[in-house]
Nanobody, 117 residues
Framework: QVQLVESGGGLVQAGGSLRLSCAASGRIFRSNVMGWYRQAPGKQRDLVAVMTSGSGGTTNYADSVKGRFTISRDNAKNTVYLQMNSLKPEDTAVYYC?????????WGQGTQVTVSS
């Protein structure tokens, strides 16, 4: 069984920064994709950023966060991070960690990020 534990959400003023962390445990294959999605009230869950597990992992970002958010990971610890800078009120959402191994998707419990104007 795979478990994902997130931390780092909270309340911040516009222009501020937060760093999210997600640690995975359990049976995790070396080849995987980890990342973050977010869901605002009344909206669908959307991709924020994902990163493959290889050395110099490939990243993919939503256009809305490019240049402001940075995803990174520590493969030895099965942990993924999301550094969020220049936060905007529209970044307010529940952020979910995601781990994809082959055809299986695993989700964290979600962490609330609220950006006040």
């Amino acid at each position: 069984q795979v478990q994902l534990v997130e931390s780092g959400g909270g309340l911040v003023q516009a222009g501020g920064s937060l760093r999210l962390s997600c640690a995975a445990s359990g049976r995790i294959f070396r080849s995987n994709v980890m990342g973050w999605y977010r869901q605002a009230p009344g909206k669908q869950r959307d991709l924020v950023a994902v990163m493959t597990s290889g050395s110099g992992g490939t990243t993919n970002y939503a256009d809305s966060v490019k240049g402001r958010f940075t995803i990174s990971r520590d493969n030895a610890k099965n942990t993924v991070y999301l550094q969020m800078n220049s936060l905007k009120p529209e970044d307010t959402a529940v952020y979910y960690c995601n781990l994809r191994i082959q055809l299986n998707n695993y989700w964290g419990q979600g962490t609330q990020v609220t950006v006040s104007s």
